[in-house]
């Protein structure tokens, strides 16, 4: 058996997801995956991880739900959804009540952040990804919790989601105002919305 054959089976086996550990366990060297990124057949996530360029992400997500039910998909990947940003996360950024624990598998990779039920439950909506339902935050929510959470996230991108937000037709100020308040960033948010618009 071919080493691309051997690789590919790998990612088979472990959900469309592969380290470079893997290869090394079973006597590989890390250049293949180099030059199957090269070649389009896999996408490198982060240093050390890579998954199937043809992972159907639909699927992806429908696993993350299974994992993690009660999730909400928030902060970046949140963004990536609604466009907000262009960077995209190499893992899913999921928020869970924080008295809630959750064992997670190597794949896919998550992220998960232990909210107060005070914050979690706050905009919750439900969108539907392939034939999967999946719980997000609303599109105002998820834009104040760049500005709730800007000291972790960076500057550059907490401006960023929001200035894509005030570029949007359909943008609600009354409603991210309304969240900007139960999230206590309203002053922020007014100082914001004074500058850029």
């Known amino acids: 058996m071919n080493q691309n054959h051997q690789i590919l089976r790998l990612f088979g086996q472990n959900k469309g997801y592969a380290r470079t550990r893997d290869l090394l366990d079973v006597g590989l060297h890390h250049h293949y995956l180099d030059i199957l990124v090269q070649e389009g057949v896999i996408i490198k996530i982060k240093r050390g991880l890579y998954r199937l360029a043809s992972l159907?992400?639909?699927d992806e997500l429908e696993e993350v739900?299974?994992?993690?039910?009660e999730g909400?998909?928030?902060l970046f990947s949140a963004w990536n959804y609604y466009e907000l940003s262009d960077f995209v996360p190499p893992e899913y950024?999921?928020?869970i009540?924080?008295?809630r624990k959750v064992a997670l598998p190597d794949y896919p990779p998550i992220r998960l952040y232990y909210w107060s039920e005070k914050y979690w439950h706050i905009g919750i909506?439900?969108?539907t990804i392939g034939e999967t339902r999946l719980k997000i935050y609303e599109k105002e929510k998820a834009v104040c919790d760049a500005?709730?959470?800007r000291n972790k996230i960076g500057r550059d991108v907490e401006?960023?989601?929001?200035?894509?937000?005030l570029k949007e037709k359909g943008r609600d100020i009354e409603r991210l105002l309304h969240f900007a308040r139960l999230l206590r960033v309203e002053e922020q948010m007014k100082t914001y919305l004074t500058v850029l618009l």
């Open 159 to 165: 401006k960023e989601v929001l200035k894509n937000y």
């Open 125 to 127: 909506t439900e969108v």
């Open 72 to 74: 909400v998909i928030c």
């Open 93 to 95: 950024h999921i928020a």
């Open 97 to 99: 009540e924080k008295s």
């Open 56 to 58: 159907d992400i639909a």
């Open 65 to 69: 739900s299974r994992i993690v039910p």
């Open 147 to 149: 500005i709730r959470f």
